[in-house]
């Protein structure tokens, strides 16, 4: 089973705070993405990443960045975290190349992540 | 308008009932069409997907897409309560999956 793995389930971080949410997948897929959710919003695309090192802004990329360092691992990383910002983040990951047929999304359990 | 508009529910039916959950949207460009199943305080799941139009079915699941009417659907038989969970539609207008929108999901609830 392709797994997608995020290193925090629940987070609760201080207005201001610089926080990383770490991603890792283990079956080679070459995109990787980062979405929040909330509700009545649904999911919300702020990056995504089709290559090592390469990185594309999403909808509401404003407050984040993002590193892709190797292939199995993105990073998104909250300059200063607001209370705006707190939301469920969902990373995810997709097998295919670019123009390659698209099989859809594998997330990973997800980060709650409270800004207070 | 939002490009995909899914009714967020809740529905609740009886175990064992058929239950239809239902997306529109705006975009005659999209191609890839997408069901995920989320369960509470977990990321989604891809439950079924279908490319273009037409119907797909997986066990008790069946996916169907009427590109002319802009309207996709999902059905569940002898649905229960292990269905109970949020369902969202998702679409693609690419290849390459990087635009993929979501509709904000359906709250079902399988009462036995």
């Known amino acids: 089973d392709v797994k997608v793995t995020q290193s925090s389930r629940y987070l609760v971080k201080r207005t201001g705070e610089k926080v990383f949410l770490e991603c890792v997948q283990d079956?080679?897929?070459?995109?990787m993405f980062w979405y929040r959710q909330d509700p009545g919003l649904g999911l919300r695309l702020i990056y995504f990443?089709?290559?090592?090192?390469?990185?594309e802004k999403g909808d509401i990329p404003e407050g984040y960045s993002v590193s892709r360092e190797k292939k199995e691992r993105f990073s998104l990383i909250l300059e200063s975290a607001s209370t705006n910002q707190t939301s469920m983040y969902l990373c995810?990951?997709?097998?295919?190349?670019?123009?390659?047929?698209?099989?859809?999304?594998?997330f990973g359990s997800g980060t709650r992540l409270t800004v207070v | 308008q939002k490009e995909v508009e899914q009714d967020p529910g809740p529905l609740s039916v009886p175990e064992g009932a058929i239950v239809s959950l239902n997306c529109t949207y705006s975009?005659?460009?999209?191609?890839?069409f997408m069901w995920y199943r989320q369960y509470s305080r977990k990321g989604p799941e891809l439950l079924m997907y279908?490319?273009?139009?037409g119907n797909k079915e997986d066990g008790r699941f069946t996916a169907q897409v009427d590109k002319s009417s802009k309207y996709i659907s999902l059905f569940i038989r002898d649905s229960q309560p292990s269905d109970s969970a949020t369902y969202l539609c998702?679409?693609?207008?690419?290849?390459?999956?990087?635009?993929?929108?979501f509709g904000a999901g359906t709250r079902l609830f399988v009462k036995a």
């Open positions: 995810a990951s997709s097998l295919n190349r670019l123009g390659e047929t698209f099989y859809g999304y594998t």
């Open positions: 079956m080679d897929h070459e995109n």
């Open positions: 990443s089709y290559d090592v090192k390469m990185k």
């Open positions: 975009n005659s460009a999209f191609q890839y």
């Open positions: 279908t490319y273009s139009s």
């Open positions: 998702a679409m693609s207008r690419n290849t390459g999956g990087f635009k993929t929108i």
